[in-house]
């Protein structure tokens, strides 16, 4: 089918000149893609690095004869078939035996040409004329129908929680208290319970007037067993006050091996040990001490409420963030609009990046990897669940392990509040941390425009992240720090690193429109696309106003497998996400 047009035993014409079309075997090819191959620039003595960044169109040539019992019902049937020439359109393959689907190819234009046959067009009783017809066609070709898919987290619905608990802060049995004070002006205490917490503590009496150097308080439980099996994650109730000391980071040890969060939710940090049975676990809090100057008293308190095991992992933040998957079904790259909504609410500043799901499990936000920072508190306006306030002596760390760290340049970006409105200067960078001690670290600082009061989405930076080369085996970490002046008083909410090499970030400020699209490029409109409405058929939607509207507009791609889908709607928790699109094939399609 070309359009409307049937080839293959097509029909028209005066009833006393009607004519037949046919498709001529020998002469049919489908054509392949072209592979757009790039020459990477190396310093290899032989060979090339190489690799494909696109597809260039494919052309698909198909012999068509047309046949009558009169020349003017020839004429007819060339008339019919060159008004489906030279334009946009259709072409449709089924096979002969009717089991497999229809693959569409999209002809973004076609020619032909005029093959003279001796036996159509000298024999008076055999009048038939041939053609050969040449399609410039997309690279891949495409099912018949659309397919919407719903944005996902695991692919199913998550099962209820039936977290357990494996030792609830009312008992000091099994816990030990240590410190590495390196100073002799520190008092330390055994673990002690308050509160219904286990605590270490030390303090500096009033009558110390200098002190410098470093501190670290230890909590470590032993004697657990704690089978993990069906609840594979751990959740610890962590909290740390600091009096004068600012803390540095905290480190998680799990049956003596180093564990790093999966999230951070206010004072609970989950882990996923991968282990049958927890025996033990330390939680230390590092901190700096500097030189009081005065007699002044000073404090850390460590205090672990709880420890317990689950079967679901955490929801991280309030719904106002989210991180989830999309199945994109085919064997071809394809074009497809995402759709972002909520049946009520104003999505307000949108932020929406996609990128393959590679298995490294990378994530742009960071809130989950926080380990060092100010006391937070819990708030529901925020993306992230908590807040803090940036203090310079106090910087907010963020410890991420390199393996899901693709190697890339990443824009580094965070949501901030000020009290005052004005020009606020923010501080931030990344360093790789091998085996505790750090090296290629690279940062800058970034003055910004806040208005009172507002959660506001701004750009730090870039970076190219992890800062230093790594191998693939490599046990490293990524740090990324953020702070400000003391004098701005800002309030951090979350930051997130946007891998802009593998993936692709549209930023938009949407107010109050309660859906989002974000069409990708197409021929007939070769530029993304950015649509804000209400309404779930766009009859109200308008394409958004560039620098107001658009702060970041990303170009989406959507390869067949797993594709990530993180998003942020300050405005809305909990949008959905869809998208819907036509599955591409490399050259037939499938049911």
Not at 57 to 79: F, H, K, P
Not at 103 to 116: N, R
Not at 227 to 236: C, N
Not at 282 to 289: E, L, N
Request: net charge negative; hydrophobic share 40%; aromatic share 8%.
């Amino acid at each position: 089918m070309l359009g409307d047009f049937v080839l293959t035993g097509g029909t028209g014409g005066d009833p006393e000149a009607p004519w037949t079309v046919e498709i001529i075997g020998e002469d049919m090819d489908f054509g392949d893609a072209e592979p757009r191959e790039v020459i990477v620039r190396t310093l290899l003595q032989d060979g090339d690095g190489v690799t494909i960044d696109g597809h260039g169109n494919r052309e698909v040539v198909l012999g068509a004869l047309i046949t009558a019992e009169r020349s003017d019902g020839l004429a007819g049937g060339e008339a019919a078939l060159m008004a489906e020439l030279g334009r946009r359109n259709t072409l449709t393959w089924t096979p002969p035996d009717s089991y497999g689907p229809p693959t569409v190819h999209e002809v973004i234009t076609s020619t032909h040409s005029f093959e003279f046959d001796d036996w159509g067009e000298m024999e008076p009783e055999q009048t038939g004329r041939r053609f050969v017809l040449r399609f410039i066609c997309e690279p891949f070709p495409r099912s018949v129908e659309e397919t919407v898919v719903e944005a996902i987290s695991t692919g199913a619905t998550p099962p209820a929680p039936t977290p357990v608990v494996v030792d609830d802060g009312t008992s000091t049995s099994g816990w030990a208290a240590s410190y590495d004070v390196r100073n002799s002006g520190f008092t330390t205490y055994p673990a002690g319970v308050e509160s219904g917490a286990v605590v270490a503590r030390t303090a500096v009496p009033a009558a110390v007037k200098t002190l410098g150097g470093n501190i670290s308080a230890t909590l470590a439980r032993t004697g657990l067993n704690a089978p993990m099996g069906d609840t594979p994650y751990l959740e610890i109730d962590v909290s740390v006050v600091a009096i004068r000391f600012p803390q540095r980071r905290l480190a998680f040890e799990i049956n003596g091996r180093t564990a790093y969060p999966v999230a951070v939710n206010g004072t609970w940090f989950t882990f996923k040990p991968g282990v049958a049975t927890v025996t033990s676990v330390k939680v230390t809090t590092h901190h700096s001490a500097l030189n009081m100057g005065g007699s002044m008293f000073g404090r850390i308190d460590l205090a672990i409420a709880e420890i317990k095991r689950t079967n679901v992992p955490p929801i991280i933040g309030t719904g106002r963030q989210q991180h989830r998957s999309l199945q994109v079904e085919g064997t071809a790259r394809t074009q497809g609009s995402l759709q972002i909504a909520h049946n009520s609410a104003g999505l307000g500043t949108v932020m929406a990046y996609t990128c393959p799901d590679d298995g490294t499990g990378y994530q742009p936000p960071l809130t989950a990897h926080r380990v060092a920072g100010t006391p937070t508190t819990t708030d529901t306006s925020t993306a992230s669940g908590i807040r803090r306030t940036l203090a310079p002596l106090m910087p907010e760390l963020f410890e991420v392990p390199a393996r899901a760290v693709p190697s890339g340049t990443y824009s580094v970006m965070a949501i901030l509040r000020s009290a005052t409105a004005g020009e606020k200067e923010i501080f931030f960078g990344a360093e790789t941390v091998v085996g505790g001690q750090p090296s290629g670290g690279a940062g800058g600082s970034r003055v910004v425009t806040l208005p009172a009061n507002a959660w506001t989405v701004v750009e730090l930076g870039v970076l190219p992240l992890p800062p230093a080369a790594l191998p693939a085996s490599s046990a490293a970490d990524v740090r990324v720090w953020v702070t400000a002046s003391e004098d701005d008083a800002v309030v951090l909410d979350e930051v997130y690193i946007f891998n802009l090499d593998v993936g692709a970030l549209t930023w938009v400020n949407a107010g109050s429109a309660r859906r989002m699209w974000l069409d990708t490029a197409t021929l007939d409109w070769p530029r993304p696309a950015i649509w804000l409405g209400s309404s779930a058929d766009r009859s109200d939607a308008r394409h958004a106003v560039g620098k107001t509207e658009i702060r970041s507009m990303g170009t989406h791609m959507f390869p067949p497998g797993g594709v990530n889908v993180f998003t942020v709607a300050l405005g809305a928790p909990y949008a959905s996400a869809s998208l819907r699109f036509h599955r591409r094939w490399h050259a037939n399609a499938a049911a």
